[in-house]
């Protein structure tokens, strides 16, 4: 539950609350995001390579080139084996065009020539190769906390099988996803064509996937139905497993995932993998063959040469997102340490830019936020006494992890040659990561993992541990600035804190216990009321439309709108409590109320493309900026006393209208 779909963009830095970012021709109860941001959209026009470019995206650039600053300057000598020597020897897999160019396809033909030798009896083992971090064909497994017992372990049988996320690109008409359907028809091909096919076979090889794919997608659940965990969580026994879906030889799959002595597993969508059961038995033997080698190329495909990464640019990011350029190369290979990586970096990370009193302030503004949020649940009118306790035992038993963790991943076992192609070693690092994963299905699970890096741009709440997670990358201008005044620091990073604190308590975080197991610790009658209260927010999201006729969807977005709206109004209720919360100073002609809100709505100030605006309407759970501006602060009083708007202005909303969660 994070609070923003990761995205990078390039960008300098502006303040909070700087005037230029205004566009003063727009009156604030006209449109307020367009008043608050216009500036801004207009002086950053958006960048060929960018499908978003926004304020957000400008702090996520601001910590990959102080990445590359770490990483550029790790020199070559560094001892085999070090930290050091992976993580630079990865980057510089990465930038060596010639090298990648001069192989060619030669990283995939050992896989390939494997793939075209499979019996039936190898289909499993083939299918488990792959879920051990390459892709998903076919469904997917994980391993995390068991949903109903925080402390162990459970394994996961996911849907999957999509190249393109979601099922709706299968299954809908419109024009733009008709275009992306037939770019990733074409994509098909393409890859194929690469490895070596015919355009006859390569083209019916595309045919043979997309109906693969397009069967699975019509029985996948919907984006909607996976926010709801009553219906995910299918624990079945082994013997039942087996039973239930006997075309698919669980042995072998088990294991080669390096898995033994299981007793149970939980099936998440129970009818997508009933239909890969019944497609074990009936496709053909070169069908599935075809499916396999497709899902290997397309994950290899940003890792060999540029006739490969080219075409995946243009399906992934030209066709669904509307990008029309490729980032720098720099970009791309920095990235791949960023990731597999991603601690080894962190720690070269901390140790240069995050001083040690940004965590202290940020420790201060965590605890004033979860008082607000506190008093905010005590005070509530549709909840009853004995579901306040509970929700108060909740807030107060918060896992609070800031900056970085105290414990550093180890990267001893992974080894990256440099001898060896990039591929072979992006897939070494995948592989390590995927054996580490499934290897905690025997252990206790670790309550001091993080999920993100220090380096990430971004924050989250995990209901199985009851946690919150503000990493160092996030804590940094114009999200938090220990100089600047309180109402820019709570409009922004204030919010941030008090969002992920209301992912506890949306419409899925609500379902978890304070120790992190999904227990109803709600009354009915309080459960109806939240159900009614959620219901009707969604409805303001889903009357908002993105572009052409399509509408935003108020009840995938659910969580992180209830999360968007309480971190509002806790945020707001602690900067009240403030000195300058507490006044009515101007500075530079501001009230503190409208820095408050002003500073709010710069953090989401972007431009976007018409194509990844549809695409992340039916892949993102977060809402566009523009409505989390717009749509959110409309339920509060306070924004409307604070740039005095008034009813018939297009801001007004009618007090009956809005909603109060929490």
Not at 569 to 580: G, I, L, M, P
Request: proline share 4%.
């Amino acid at each position: 539950m994070a609070l923003v779909a990761m995205t990078s963009a390039a960008g300098n830095l502006v303040k909070a609350v700087d005037r230029s970012n205004l566009d003063p021709s727009t009156h604030p109860g006209e449109n307020f995001y367009q008043y608050a941001c216009g500036g801004w959209m207009q002086a950053n026009p958006l960048d060929p390579q960018y499908a978003r470019f926004g304020t957000f995206d400008q702090l996520a650039e601001n910590s990959r080139n102080q990445v590359k600053d770490i990483i550029t300057n790790l020199g070559t000598n560094n001892p085999r084996g070090s930290i050091k020597q992976k993580v630079g020897d990865l980057y510089a897999l990465g930038m060596d065009s010639v090298r990648l160019n001069k192989e060619g396809m030669a990283p995939l033909r050992e896989y390939i020539d494997m793939v075209k030798k499979l019996t039936r009896e190898g289909y499993m083992a083939a299918i488990a190769n792959q879920h051990k971090g390459i892709a998903a064909p076919f469904f997917n497994s994980s391993v995390m906390a068991d949903l109903k017992d925080s402390n162990t372990n459970m394994f996961y049988l996911t849907q999957g099988g999509l190249g393109m996320g979601d099922r709706d690109y299968y299954l809908e008409n419109d024009a733009n996803t008709v275009k992306v359907r037939n770019a990733y028809t074409n994509y098909i091909q393409q890859l194929f064509q690469l490895i070596g096919y015919n355009k006859v076979a390569a083209k019916k090889a595309s045919q043979h996937i997309m109906a693969i794919e397009t069967a699975l997608a019509r029985v996948a659940m919907t984006r909607e139905e996976t926010r709801d965990y009553s219906k995910l969580y299918n624990v079945v026994s082994m013997n039942q497993l087996k039973a239930d879906y006997p075309n698919i030889n669980w042995n072998d799959y088990f294991s080669v995932l390096g898995i033994k002595n299981l007793d149970k597993v939980c099936v998440f969508q129970p009818k997508s993998l009933a239909k890969v059961n019944e497609m074990l038995k009936t496709l053909k033997l070169d069908e599935v063959k075809e499916y396999l080698i497709f899902k290997y190329v397309d994950a290899a495909s940003p890792y060999l040469s540029d006739a490969f990464a080219d075409a995946n640019f243009d399906m992934y990011s030209r066709a669904m997102s509307g990008k029309q350029v490729k980032m720098p190369r720099w970009k791309h290979s920095l990235d791949v340490p960023n990731t597999l990586l991603g601690e080894a970096v962190g720690q070269l990370y901390v140790e240069k830019y995050f001083p040690a009193d940004s965590k202290k302030k940020m420790q201060l503004l965590v605890d004033n936020l979860k008082k607000a949020l506190g008093e905010h649940i005590a005070t509530l009118s549709w909840m009853s006494p004995k579901t306040k306790v509970n929700a108060l035992v909740k807030l107060n038993s918060f896992t609070v992890k800031i900056g970085y963790p105290d414990k550093w991943f180890d990267y001893t076992a992974l080894d990256i040659n440099p001898e060896k192609s990039y591929w072979e070693n992006v897939l070494a690092a995948r592989r390590f990561q995927a054996d580490y994963e499934y290897n905690q299905l025997d252990k206790p699970v670790d309550k001091e993992r993080w999920f993100m890096t220090p380096q990430t741009v971004n924050a989250y709440y995990e209901p199985s541990s009851n946690e919150i997670c503000f990493p160092a990358g996030i804590l940094q201008s114009p999200y938090f600035d220990p100089n600047a005044d309180d109402a820019c620091n709570y409009g922004a990073i204030g919010v941030v804190i008090g969002h992920e604190m209301t992912h506890g308590f949306d419409d899925q975080g609500r379902n978890f216990d304070h120790n992190g197991n999904m227990v109803d610790w709600w009354t009915a009658e309080d459960a109806a009321k939240f159900q009614e209260l959620a219901n009707k927010l969604g409805a303001q999201y889903s009357a908002e439309i993105v572009a052409d006729d399509i509408h935003a969807n108020g009840a995938f977005t659910m969580g992180e709108n209830i999360a968007d709206h309480g971190g509002l109004r806790v945020a707001y209720s602690a900067f009240k409590k403030t000195d300058q919360g507490k006044g009515n100073q101007l500075i530079d002609g501001f009230t503190p109320d409208q820095r408050f809100f002003l500073s709010y709505a710069n953090v989401w100030a972007a431009n976007i493309t018409k194509e990844e605006m549809l695409r992340r309407t039916k892949v993102d759970p977060h809402s566009l900026g523009i409505n989390r501006v717009n749509v959110a602060i409309r339920n509060l009083e306070e924004f409307f006393n604070a740039f005095d708007i008034k009813p018939g202005m297009n801001m007004w909303r009618d007090p009956a209208d809005r909603v109060i969660i929490w």
